[in-house]
């Protein structure tokens, strides 16, 4: 009803206001438009973006005849000036002395099991597959019997029977026969390390039940991938060392920061802790020790802006402002690119020229429904209606009451959508 209508409207809009020059749907709805607007203000924030310059200072030095870069503890610089005023001060600064060292080990446990959005950002990333095409071949993957039903919010085991998955990852034909037998013999029993915390009373987290038949070398992947990660559930978590070392040269602080990974644990298995393999152990060394200064030097940088989202990271930014369910978000992205509203190039997600100022005319003219706010609104609805507080008839009466409301907001702005186009001249449609 409110999708089809809005696109109804905002298309017969568009048709008067352009005539000869439009002949196309401008599709909107409760869902899409929400994302598209998100979207849209992320795209405005990057184009609007001005960097801006900065410096930071570091020192080369040698400690216990082990190369070493510190930063200073002032980083960032926002003048030029006085970045350059430190490096000239410390010249001629030949020893320094660590004043600190610091280390500390810290226990990672393995990521939790798998729901429908955690497992369709996991199959997109690694993949590199688009929401919806990592949903339909986990749907594959299940009508083999291979994982169990992929439509899920519960990320919570309960009655699963895991040493019979187990059995089935350490049987003959398994490339995961190896490691699923290492845990049934450390762990007999077959006890998680980890489990969730959601049982929302759909179905079990989704987790293999079966090895896939298909010849498929992507779904296969995909398979392995979630295989991998029910597997790690079973195994210790991963430790890693966080090391510091603070020094002093000349009256001013610099520090270097590294890491290490302790015991591997569950990562023999699956994933890697983000940034530890561009960590590096720091060298060996105790407070009071003195160092060598090779140079001091500054670097001039610029700030960023916000970058753009990934596919699979769009699946979180839905989950987390309440668009969509589990099972439509795939669907909806799909509908935004296939409506020419945004694309994809280089894994990042563009908002196009046609999709940048429909959601700009919707701010303008429709506030409320172009944002997350109402679709967050009819979904807890929903909800309510789910959990037996409220009836169905009930909330139908109410979102329809709410959505006439802003439809009859729409039309009371239809001069400024069209402009001087309702003259026979083109006005604000005529961004299209």
């Not at 559930?233 to 290490?260: M, T």
């Not at 700030?303 to 699979?312: D, G, I, L, N, V």
Request: glycine fraction near 8%; charge should be neutral.
């Amino acid at each position: 009803m409110i999708g089809f209508s809005a696109t109804r409207e905002l298309t017969l809009l568009a048709e008067d206001a352009l005539r000869e020059e439009f002949r196309g749907i401008l599709s909107v709805g409760r869902v899409q438009t929400a994302l598209l607007t998100l979207l849209h203000r992320r795209e405005r924030e990057i184009k609007e973006f001005v960097p801006r310059p900065y410096w930071t200072v570091h020192a080369d030095v040698i400690i216990n005849g082990e190369p070493l870069t510190l930063s200073y503890d002032g980083n960032p610089l926002w003048s030029e000036r006085e970045a350059e005023s430190i490096v000239r001060a410390l010249e001629g600064a030949g020893r320094g002395v660590v004043t600190a060292v610091e280390r500390r080990e810290r226990r990672i446990p393995p990521p939790p099991p798998l729901d429908t959005t955690r497992m369709l950002r996991l199959l997109s990333s690694q993949l590199r597959v688009a929401p919806s095409k990592a949903l339909a071949m986990a749907e594959e993957l299940y009508l083999e019997a291979a994982i169990t039903y992929p439509r899920t919010d519960t990320d919570r085991f309960t009655t699963f029977n895991h040493r019979r998955s187990l059995g089935i990852l350490a049987g003959e034909g398994s490339p995961l026969s190896e490691l699923a037998r290492e845990v049934l013999e450390r762990n007999p029993d077959a006890r998680l390390t980890r489990n969730g915390s959601r049982n929302a009373g759909d179905h079990e987290p989704i987790a293999p039940i079966g090895l896939p038949r298909t010849e498929d070398p992507l779904l296969r992947r995909a398979w392995e991938i979630i295989a991998r990660r029910y597997l790690a559930l079973f195994y210790p978590p991963a430790v890693v060392a966080d090391e510091a070392i603070r020094a002093r040269i000349g009256d001013l602080g610099f520090s270097a920061e590294g890491g290490s990974l302790v015991d591997p644990g569950y990562l023999r298995v699956y994933g890697e802790v983000e940034g530890i393999r561009e960590r590096r152990p720091l060298p060996r060394a105790s407070e009071g020790d003195p160092l060598e200064v090779v140079r001091v030097y500054s670097r001039r940088s610029k700030t960023k802006p916000p970058p753009r989202y990934t596919e699979a990271e769009l699946v979180t930014l839905m989950e987390e402002n309440g668009i969509g369910t589990k099972s439509s978000r795939p669907e909806i992205i799909s509908i935004l690119k296939e409506r020419g509203y945004i694309r994809v190039s280089g894994g990042r997600v563009y908002v196009t020229e046609l999709g940048s100022r429909l959601a700009e005319l919707l701010e303008e003219v429709w506030g409320d429904f172009a944002t997350p706010s109402f679709t967050r609104y009819v979904e807890g609805l929903m909800e309510r209606v789910k959990s037996g507080q409220s009836s169905w008839e009930s909330a139908l009466e109410e979102v329809r009451s709410r959505y006439l409301e802003l439809f009859a907001r729409l039309r009371e702005n239809k001069g400024r959508l069209l402009g001087p186009a309702g003259q026979g001249g083109r006005g604000a449609a005529q961004s299209f």
